[in-house]
């Protein structure tokens, strides 16, 4: 057999594994959850071990909504963004959140 089913694709900032190697795959895996408010990123040096990238979405999501419910827009716009990277340092999912107000006077 010439190349591996296993073999990692890059394409722009997101890393593809064919379906059978996921299928295979029964391990817990290290996540990792890059958070951003407007340009001060914090990255994540320590990592949570989910089963699966379904799971990472999940925890991805419930974890910028608890950011939003609880950042307080003061000095203009607030963008708030997560990425979510894999052991292999693969984007599973990202999401952002803005807040932008409109301040017209009537």
Not at 34 to 44: Q, R
Not at 74 to 86: H, K, M, N, S, T
Request: charge should be negative.
């Amino acid at each position: 057999m010439g190349q591996s089913a296993n073999k990692l694709t890059r394409e722009g900032t997101r890393c593809h594994v064919p379906n059978v190697a996921r299928k295979t795959e029964a391990h817990v895996r290290r996540f990792y959850f890059e958070i951003s408010l407007n340009d001060d990123v914090k990255g994540d040096a320590d990592g949570v071990d989910l089963p699966d990238d379904s799971a990472a979405r999940r925890e991805a999501v419930m974890t910028i909504a608890n950011i939003a419910a609880e950042a307080i827009p003061q000095d203009g716009p607030l963008d708030i963004a997560i990425r979510v990277l894999d052991d292999r340092e693969c984007q599973v999912f990202s999401a952002r959140v803005t807040f932008d107000f409109d301040e017209t006077r009537s």
